[in-house]
């Protein structure tokens, strides 16, 4: 059974940080993107970051210079470190996996970040 475990997510202050983690498991094959969305009630989900098994990376222009996505592909896990935190990245966290163009989404994880 294929699944995405995300943790690391919860309340925060303005200008703190926060570490989200996602763990891939019962994937049969190689898994090409994971990254990471956002979704705020009443909007559309948002890119935050994606990386490829090949190490390439794409951040949303909200976050670039702010959070970093990095990839154990041993472990099959994905991270999200979060710095200078705004009350504007407040979401749900959906982390998102790809593999032969199929997506696979977990069930998300909340952040709020307080003024």
């Known amino acids: 059974q294929v699944q995405l475990v995300e943790s690391g997510g919860g309340l925060v202050q303005a200008g703190g940080s926060l570490r989200l983690s996602c763990a891939a498991s019962?994937?049969?094959?190689?898994?090409?993107?994971m990254g990471w969305y956002r979704q705020v009630p009443g909007k559309q989900r948002d890119l935050v970051a994606v990386?490829?098994?090949?190490?390439?990376?794409t951040y949303g222009d909200s976050v670039k210079g702010r959070f970093t996505i990095s990839r154990d592909n041993a472990k099959n896990t994905v991270y999200l470190q979060m710095n200078s935190l705004k009350p504007e990245d407040t979401a749900v966290y959906y982390c998102?996996?790809?593999?032969?163009?199929?997506?696979?989404w977990g069930k998300g994880t909340l952040v709020t970040v307080s003024s």
């Open positions: 998102n996996a790809v593999v032969f163009f199929r997506d696979y």
């Open positions: 990386t490829t098994n090949g190490g390439s990376t």
């Open positions: 019962g994937f049969q094959s190689s898994i090409n993107r």
